[in-house]
């Protein structure tokens, strides 16, 4: 890029706070899902429509405590059946103040995870305060329906959001749907391929309230057996010293729980289980 | 057909630059100022709102004085600029020095084409990620002139008061209480004023903050900084 006269706009293109919409008219190339070839009946080139083979993400939970929220994910990807990656890294930082777990199409998720944080950051820049919790989940909305022509090929993303309202003072979570549908979730949510077998052990053991200890441990629960059930979920793994990926939103932001940490509880999880 | 008079361009330039240095003149100044941790930006500014300092990217600042509006715009074209870049390329690949030269191509052009020139005076501020990795301060003027600074910088209409003040009192290495200090007094130093904090403006680049590097200083901490001198 050689050093130019910044982008100005005239009035009534001006892209305003929105980062979104500023690359759609500066560079519409980047965007995610630009470039998407068209299928034919046939689907000549690339497969029939659902069957393009990618990485695929799975199980990822989230779940509401006293104090804010926790957000899991397990480490796997798949392809077809075989094991894309190991360590994947499936939940993401937003903002201070909210994070993003991605399950699908791995490739578009990871972008749609960079383009929302470009896009709160940026609008919290342009405009001197950040957008509310309701404003960011909507942020998210509007780009998994940008991203419905991909998931009409196959490359389906669907992510949860959760943050903490710091005008509400409490945590809340979000699930999508593949047309960008966002749902509200009381207390906790789950999905990917796994998640059928998740939530029902968090529906078992969820409590109202839960102190931030136990709605991890709930979390790492419900990972391990998705992963027990569901091919496509990995467990843990203690060869390679791998575990799943856990955060905590709460008053004072995000953090990412330590691997030492994680390691710690899955062992004595695992340990649970076997004395059985 | 009536002709227009005959006026020289070394005529139209000056009274361009005196209009763009009048209009700069009737605002308030800013200073800026290396310390032990980072950058720290102090600017007289009675609004809470307005802000004259703002974050630009992870490790670049944007201040300005003069008009508003007008710099309002260049720091939201400057967001722009940085983040488009940073999402195209990578985070690392976001410098203020193309930035600077963003800004000044966009100064120059708006000083020779336009009606009026921009009242406006700008800084765009990076520090170094890592301890000894120099800081960058570049100042560029209304009409697109960039100066690569060192130590510390003043923008605005008494910036030469306000600077020999500086020259005589500033060193390297202070912490950032002491920097906040030295800054507001200079500030004060042309007609002998002492500001309050709740006239002052003021944010850090701080080197220890994770990612983003740029906080502001809220009245109340400033009270404190200026109080424990």
Same mark, same amino acid.
């Given at each position: 890029m050689i050093d130019q006269p910044l982008p100005t706009f005239a009035p009534g293109s001006d892209p305003g706070p929105s980062f979104f919409e500023l690359l759609r008219r500066v560079?519409?190339?980047?965007?995610?899902?630009?470039?998407?070839p068209v299928l034919n009946g046939s689907g000549?080139?690339?497969?029939?429509?659902?069957?393009?083979?990618v990485p695929h993400g799975t199980t990822i939970v989230c779940i509401k405590y006293a104090g804010g929220v926790i957000m899991a994910g397990d480490r796997r990807a798949t392809e077809g059946y075989t094991?894309?990656?190991?360590?994947?890294?499936k939940v993401s930082q937003c903002d201070h103040w909210s994070a993003m777990a991605i399950a699908g199409a791995a490739g578009p998720g990871m972008e749609m995870v960079r383009l929302l944080q470009t896009e709160l950051e940026h609008y919290e820049k342009v405009e001197g305060e950040p957008l509310s919790l309701e404003g960011k989940a909507n942020k998210l909305s509007q780009m998994i329906r940008a991203n419905l022509p991909a998931a009409m090929q196959g490359l389906v993303v669907v992510p949860l959001f959760c943050g903490f309202d710091l005008r509400k003072g409490e945590g809340r979570l979000y699930k999508y749907d593949v047309t960008g549908g966002k749902y509200e979730e009381a207390d906790y949510a789950t999905t990917g391929s796994g998640s059928v077998h998740a939530r029902n052990w968090i529906k078992a053991g969820f409590k109202l309230d839960m102190s931030q200890e136990e709605a991890v441990n709930l979390g790492l629960l419900a990972l391990f057996q998705a992963a027990d059930e569901d091919s496509a979920t990995g467990g843990p793994d203690p060869v390679r010293r791998i575990y799943p990926t856990v955060a905590v939103v709460d008053r004072d932001g995000y953090v990412k729980l330590e691997a030492d940490d994680v390691e710690g509880r899955s062992l004595e999880l695992l340990q649970g289980r076997s004395a059985q | 057909m009536s002709m227009p008079f005959y006026v020289s361009p070394e005529q139209v330039m000056k009274d361009r630059a005196d209009y763009a240095r009048k209009g700069i003149a009737r605002g308030r100044s800013l200073v800026a100022l290396e310390y032990a941790g980072g950058i720290a930006l102090v600017a007289e500014n009675?609004? %809470?709102?307005?802000?004259?300092i703002s974050e630009i990217y992870d490790r670049i600042a944007f201040a300005a004085v003069g008009k508003y509006n007008e710099f309002e715009m260049l720091k939201i074209a400057g967001i722009r600029h940085a983040d488009v870049r940073g999402y195209s390329?990578?985070?690392?690949?976001?410098t203020a020095r193309a930035l600077a030269n963003g800004y000044a191509q966009t100064l120059g052009q708006v000083f020779t084409h336009e009606m009026k020139p921009y009242e406006v005076e700008i800084l765009v501020a990076q520090i170094g990620?890592?301890? %000894?990795?120099p800081n960058e301060m570049f100042h560029i003027l209304y009409d697109g002139t960039v100066m690569d600074e060192h130590g510390f910088t003043v923008l605005g209409g008494q910036a030469e008061a306000i600077s020999d003040s500086l020259k005589a009192d500033y060193t390297e290495g202070l912490d950032v209480g002491a920097a906040i200090r030295l800054g507001t007094k200079a500030l004060g130093s042309p007609d002998d004023r002492e500001i309050a904090a709740d006239q002052l403006e003021v944010a850090v680049l701080d080197?220890?903050?994770?990612?983003?590097k740029f906080r502001r200083i809220d009245d109340d901490e400033v009270a404190g900084l200026l109080a424990n001198a």
């Amino acid at each position: 890029m050689i050093d130019q006269p910044l982008p100005t706009f005239a009035p009534g293109s001006d892209p305003g706070p929105s980062f979104f919409e500023l690359l759609r008219r500066v560079s519409p190339d980047a965007l995610p899902g630009a470039n998407l070839p068209v299928l034919n009946g046939s689907g000549a080139g690339l497969g029939a429509p659902g069957t393009i083979e990618v990485p695929h993400g799975t199980t990822i939970v989230c779940i509401k405590y006293a104090g804010g929220v926790i957000m899991a994910g397990d480490r796997r990807a798949t392809e077809g059946y075989t094991i894309a990656s190991r360590r994947i890294d499936k939940v993401s930082q937003c903002d201070h103040w909210s994070a993003m777990a991605i399950a699908g199409a791995a490739g578009p998720g990871m972008e749609m995870v960079r383009l929302l944080q470009t896009e709160l950051e940026h609008y919290e820049k342009v405009e001197g305060e950040p957008l509310s919790l309701e404003g960011k989940a909507n942020k998210l909305s509007q780009m998994i329906r940008a991203n419905l022509p991909a998931a009409m090929q196959g490359l389906v993303v669907v992510p949860l959001f959760c943050g903490f309202d710091l005008r509400k003072g409490e945590g809340r979570l979000y699930k999508y749907d593949v047309t960008g549908g966002k749902y509200e979730e009381a207390d906790y949510a789950t999905t990917g391929s796994g998640s059928v077998h998740a939530r029902n052990w968090i529906k078992a053991g969820f409590k109202l309230d839960m102190s931030q200890e136990e709605a991890v441990n709930l979390g790492l629960l419900a990972l391990f057996q998705a992963a027990d059930e569901d091919s496509a979920t990995g467990g843990p793994d203690p060869v390679r010293r791998i575990y799943p990926t856990v955060a905590v939103v709460d008053r004072d932001g995000y953090v990412k729980l330590e691997a030492d940490d994680v390691e710690g509880r899955s062992l004595e999880l695992l340990q649970g289980r076997s004395a059985q | 057909m009536s002709m227009p008079f005959y006026v020289s361009p070394e005529q139209v330039m000056k009274d361009r630059a005196d209009y763009a240095r009048k209009g700069i003149a009737r605002g308030r100044s800013l200073v800026a100022l290396e310390y032990a941790g980072g950058i720290a930006l102090v600017a007289e500014n009675p609004s %809470g709102t307005l802000h004259k300092i703002s974050e630009i990217y992870d490790r670049i600042a944007f201040a300005a004085v003069g008009k508003y509006n007008e710099f309002e715009m260049l720091k939201i074209a400057g967001i722009r600029h940085a983040d488009v870049r940073g999402y195209s390329y990578s985070r690392e690949d976001v410098t203020a020095r193309a930035l600077a030269n963003g800004y000044a191509q966009t100064l120059g052009q708006v000083f020779t084409h336009e009606m009026k020139p921009y009242e406006v005076e700008i800084l765009v501020a990076q520090i170094g990620e890592q301890e %000894g990795e120099p800081n960058e301060m570049f100042h560029i003027l209304y009409d697109g002139t960039v100066m690569d600074e060192h130590g510390f910088t003043v923008l605005g209409g008494q910036a030469e008061a306000i600077s020999d003040s500086l020259k005589a009192d500033y060193t390297e290495g202070l912490d950032v209480g002491a920097a906040i200090r030295l800054g507001t007094k200079a500030l004060g130093s042309p007609d002998d004023r002492e500001i309050a904090a709740d006239q002052l403006e003021v944010a850090v680049l701080d080197r220890t903050r994770p990612r983003r590097k740029f906080r502001r200083i809220d009245d109340d901490e400033v009270a404190g900084l200026l109080a424990n001198a």
